[in-house]
């Protein structure tokens, strides 16, 4: 019950975030693009490259989806909607999200072409640069909580966000996740401009509707993550706790989708050199810094 | 009479053998890598189906990131990364596979026969395991854990020099 | 004979000898390196088995078996460091040309 629950969420608030990337990147507010848009995915031919890898070709877009949900089960809605309270959930999320990677790469060794190559390829730099910058703010996370368990982290912001607490680990979180999604502005692996698509080029009809889907739930996921860890997951003074969750979680993914048109595509060189030149230090004067308020602050 | 438990560690044992057994039966390269990959995370399903919730999570989540760097490590030096030359890169092959059978036989022998002594009954739940495995590293094994971070900075900067391209000075 | 220890004692036993061949057997380092990362996990596999149905009171089971992930990540940062110093110098990384210590 808890499960469809939860699903049937996360497909409402899939929909919402297709509105709200449609309207980042036309300027209208159209309740309908998503509908419109699935159905002309379903309908098109689905064209397959002559000598591709077939079992990469399938899994991936499925394995891109899959990964996502499955890091979606350990987080809490509200204080009892929470698909399973895994002991180590805050981790749990991290391994999960991993298999992104994996479905990238697979997609782009599949079909047999140079662009998805490439664009699979550059996934894999990138995942080099962000993935430090997602598990050490995780850690001053749960310093803070004493514990793995989401709700207990949520529970631990009771009288301060972590937004406040930590805004540093924050940023950090925040750019990481931006650049695990693969959006603008760290989008080398799908850039239409330059890759004809990347990773994107071969799928077509359904697969690429599958593969669309899967970065969309991937994209609530991340923000749902970033709402558990930071900004106090459903505690809010007037509300109901899931009025709170799904504004802050809209909230989040409007600000991810909105970050990316103001800056300029990064190169995966100067990514990696920023995240692990400027990144890590910084992360590690995070813990730091949360380790003397924790033990200084009754 | 099987417990649900005992199913699963079978099962996903199996599937971690028969990857691996893939690993060294297919000619595409990156489909090696990408077994090898999933065998691990076989693995890391046997741990949590043993319950040791951490190490399985963590099992899962670091063999995937190092499988895949393993994987574009095979694209950069091997000969034939699609597998559609069907190239044999073997050599020493009945002494591998003896040494393998040897190898396999005698540690089947010592699990089935050895007495590991009595069972245990009840395993820690996980939150508690987490907090023991966390006072334990800061506390009797505080010696191995800095040293195996030394360890890893000292293999971060060697690997990293010898791997930098040399400069190249001009004699002139 | 402790029947409940057998699933993963023999998972265990099959990687380490699946890994004995690979390592044995390949002309690459890069595949050789996979059979020594297959070894290892035969390893952890019984680690843990061990700890579970013997010794699950004592952390220092689990803390061994991340010494051991600590151990495969490291050896794999340096073996491929050392392949790509050999590529550059030999333009291979291939096991029959790696008899002699010149060049």
Redesign the interface.
């Known amino acids: 019950m808890t499960t469809a629950l939860i699903l049937l969420l996360l497909a409402v608030g899939a929909y919402l975030v297709a509105v709200i990337e449609a309207w980042t990147t036309s300027g209208r507010w159209r309740l309908t693009a998503p509908i419109t848009a699935g159905i002309a995915l379903l309908g098109r031919e689905s064209i397959v490259p002559r000598k591709s890898d077939r079992v990469f070709f399938e899994v991936a877009p499925v394995l891109l989806l899959i990964s996502a949900l499955i890091a979606a089960t350990v987080l809490p809605l509200t204080p009892d909607l929470i698909i399973t309270d895994l002991a180590t959930g805050a981790l749990f999320i991290n391994a999960a999200l991993v298999y992104v990677l994996v479905a990238l790469l697979m997609a782009g060794w599949g079909p047999d072409g140079a662009y998805a190559m490439i664009g699979g390829w550059r996934f894999l730099g990138q995942l080099i640069a962000y993935a430090m910058l997602i598990v050490m703010p995780v850690t001053a996370v749960a310093m803070r909580a004493e514990s793995l368990l989401t709700t207990q982290i949520v529970a631990s912001q009771a009288d301060l966000w972590n937004i406040l607490y930590q805004p540093l680990g924050f940023v950090l979180f925040f750019v990481a996740a931006m650049a695990l999604a693969f959006l603008p502005p760290f989008d080398l692996t799908t850039a239409n401009s330059e890759l004809a698509g990347g990773v994107e080029a071969e799928y077509s009809g359904v697969r690429l509707a599958v593969f669309r889907l899967g970065r969309l739930v991937l994209v609530i996921t991340l923000a749902t993550t970033t709402v558990v860890f930071y900004l106090g997951g459903w505690q809010g003074p007037w509300l109901p706790p899931w009025a709170w969750s799904a504004i802050k979680i809209l909230a989040v993914t409007a600000l991810m989708l909105l970050a990316g048109r103001a800056l300029p595509r990064i190169r995966e060189a100067d990514l990696l050199n920023l995240c692990w030149k400027l990144g890590i230090p910084l992360a590690l004067l995070n813990i730091f810094v949360v380790g003397l308020l924790i033990l200084v602050w009754p | 009479m099987i417990s649900v438990q005992l199913f699963f560690i079978s099962f996903f044992g199996l599937a971690a053998v028969w990857f691996a057994v893939v690993v060294f039966r297919t000619h595409s390269m990156m489909r090696s890598a990408l077994a090898l990959l999933f065998s691990q995370t076989a693995l890391g399903a046997m741990f949590i189906g043993m319950q040791a919730e951490f190490l399985g999570v963590l099992q899962i989540m670091m063999m995937a990131t190092e499988m895949s760097i393993m994987a574009i490590f095979m694209v950069m030096f091997m000969m034939d990364p699609g597998g559609l030359g069907k190239m044999d890169m073997t050599h020493q092959k009945r002494l591998s596979v003896i040494a393998g059978l040897v190898a396999f036989v005698a540690v089947v022998v010592v699990a089935v026969f050895a007495d590991w002594g009595p069972l245990a009954s009840s395993v820690p739940d996980a939150a508690q395991q987490i907090e023991d495995l966390g006072l334990e590293l800061l506390g009797r094994s505080m010696l191995i854990f800095e040293t195996a971070g030394l360890t890893i900075l000292t293999a971060m900067i060697a690997a990293t020099a010898v791997a930098v391209e040399p400069i190249k000075r001009n004699r002139d | 004979?402790?029947p409940?220890?057998?699933?993963?004692?023999?998972?265990?036993?099959?990687?380490?000898?699946?890994?004995?061949?690979?390592?044995?057997?390949?002309?690459?380092?890069?595949?050789l390196?996979?059979g020594v990362?297959?070894i290892l996990?035969g390893a952890?596999?019984n680690l843990?088995?061990?700890?579970?149905?013997?010794?699950?009171?004592t952390?220092?089971g689990?803390?061994f078996?991340?010494?051991v992930?600590?151990v495969?990540?490291?050896e794999?940062?340096?073996g491929?460091?050392?392949?790509?110093?050999r590529?550059?110098a030999i333009g291979?990384?291939e096991?029959?040309e790696a008899a002699e210590l010149k060049g």
Request: no cysteine.
């Open positions: 004979m402790t409940e220890l057998f699933p993963a004692l023999i998972t265990g036993a099959a990687l380490f000898g699946i890994g004995i061949y690979g390592a044995l057997s390949q002309t690459n380092l890069v595949m390196l996979m990362e297959l996990a952890m596999v843990v088995a061990f700890w579970h149905h013997l010794h699950p009171d952390p220092a689990q803390m078996v991340l010494i992930m600590t495969m990540a490291v794999m940062a340096v491929f460091g050392v392949a790509i110093a590529f550059r291979s990384v096991m029959e």
